[in-house]
């Protein structure tokens, strides 16, 4: 199977010479010119294995695309630019970017980061265990249905865990409570909705130190709950 690369530039020629390129080097390519909401969700869909970022987008710009993209996504991310001031490059590293190349650069050098970055993050990450949800103290496979809390794995009903992959796979997206009762109750047409926060409350018994002051799954007063994609590993200061 091919790697998938996004190109994130609003320079319409420069997106249409890498995506051309990659895909001569066996690469499955795409471009995208645009910033914002969209773009979360074009990524989200896509999957990508390693994304390429213009720093100079328009909108929110790419430093801000950079903080996003990794409260979801842990894929290596290489951002460009023509702008090559020491405090950009130290800045786009602290919200996480894994290299930082100035632009003009040649094919070949690019090629050669990339090829680097995602000969690293395989095997950071292997095959085996990449579709593991990982977070501090939380890790959840959808593949055996099972869940690991601090190491020790914890019994989840199926509407339960359903509805923790559901959450967990797209942290700090807010989720209506109808939403969440349409897309794990789907089979029953005619239900009680407060059915979601029963398992909600079910769900932090199981998987939250303190299930008063919940880590993982916050509510969002008035809208639904969301899971709280910027748990720290200093959560174990909390320790009972």
């Known amino acids: 199977m091919r790697e998938k690369i996004i ?4 320079d319409t020629e420069t997106r249409k010479i890498l995506v051309q390129s990659l895909l001569e080097h066996e690469y499955e390519a795409v471009g995208y010119p645009h910033s914002g909401q969209a773009l979360v969700s074009f990524i989200h869909s896509h999957d990508p294995d390693l994304i390429i970022l213009d720093l100079s987008m328009p909108g929110a710009g790419g430093l801000n695309l950079c903080t996003e993209l990794r409260k979801f996504s842990d894929k290596p991310v290489l951002i460009t630019s023509h702008h090559t001031e020491d405090y950009l ?5 602290n919200r ?20 680097a970055h995602l000969r690293r993050y395989k095997r950071a990450f292997p095959v085996n265990q990449r579709h593991l949800i990982v977070y501090p103290g ?5 593949t055996t249905h099972t869940v690991m809390v601090y190491g020790k794995e914890v019994s989840l009903s199926s509407k339960e865990f359903r509805l923790l992959v559901v959450l967990a796979k797209n942290p700090n997206r807010v989720f209506h409570t109808e939403t969440l009762y349409d897309l794990i109750w789907k089979d029953i047409k005619h239900g009680d909705i407060r ?21 993982y799954i916050h ?5 639904g709950y969301k899971f709280n994609g910027s748990v720290s590993l200093l959560m174990e200061s909390m320790d009972a």
Do not use: N
Request: glycine share 4%; no cysteine.
């Open 96 to 115: 996480g970017a894994d290299e930082f190349i100035a632009k003009p650069s040649s094919f070949e050098v690019l090629l050669a980061r990339i090829r």
């Open 89 to 93: 490059r130290i800045e786009a590293l």
């Open 195 to 215: 059915t979601v926060m029963v398992h909600i409350y079910k769900l932090r018994q199981k998987i939250e130190k303190k299930p008063s002051e919940p880590l």
């Open 219 to 223: 509510t969002v007063r008035g809208a």
């Open 7 to 10: 190109i994130i530039d609003d």
């Open 138 to 142: 939380l890790q959840i496979d959808p």
